[in-house]
């Protein structure tokens, strides 16, 4: 980030129109890369959508991936790193369901930029991480 770049907020960083913003798209990067993998390996057993997460993780890594699907997609896993969002990931039972319906509408919005290599790929680190 440049001395005279504005920081970029969380509202910034989840706001969709801004998802191709070089410095937000940094910063999602970044927050993914750094908390996605922990965050995941403490609730893959308690959340029933964590198949669909790890393969929209794959499909934002992937080259093959259009630049502006990758943004969306991080700003969605972004959302799910963060401790905080619209319902606290805390409260049993109701804590991921606003990260479900994140997830469940990336899918349906973007869900071609999803192969089946991805979710071969998500399939067994998911296994892996409930054994």
């Known amino acids: 980030m440049t001395a005279k770049a504005k920081p970029v907020t969380p509202e910034d960083a989840l706001d969709p129109s801004k998802a191709l913003v070089p410095s937000v798209l940094e910063v999602n990067e970044v927050r993914v890369q750094k908390g996605f993998w922990p965050k995941l390996r403490r609730t893959a057993a308690r959340i029933p959508f964590a198949a669909q997460l790890v ?5 934002a890594r992937d ?4 630049l502006a699907a990758k943004g969306i997609m991080m700003g969605a896993l972004a959302y799910f790193v963060l401790p905080i969002d619209a319902i606290p990931d805390i409260f049993a039972g109701i804590g991921f369901t606003d990260d479900a319906a994140v997830i469940a509408a990336l899918i349906a919005t973007l869900g071609a930029n999803v192969r089946s290599r991805h979710r071969e790929q998500a399939e067994k680190a998911v296994e892996r991480l409930k054994d």
């Open 55 to 59: 393969s929209v993780y794959y499909a």
């Open 63 to 66: 080259p093959e991936t259009p």
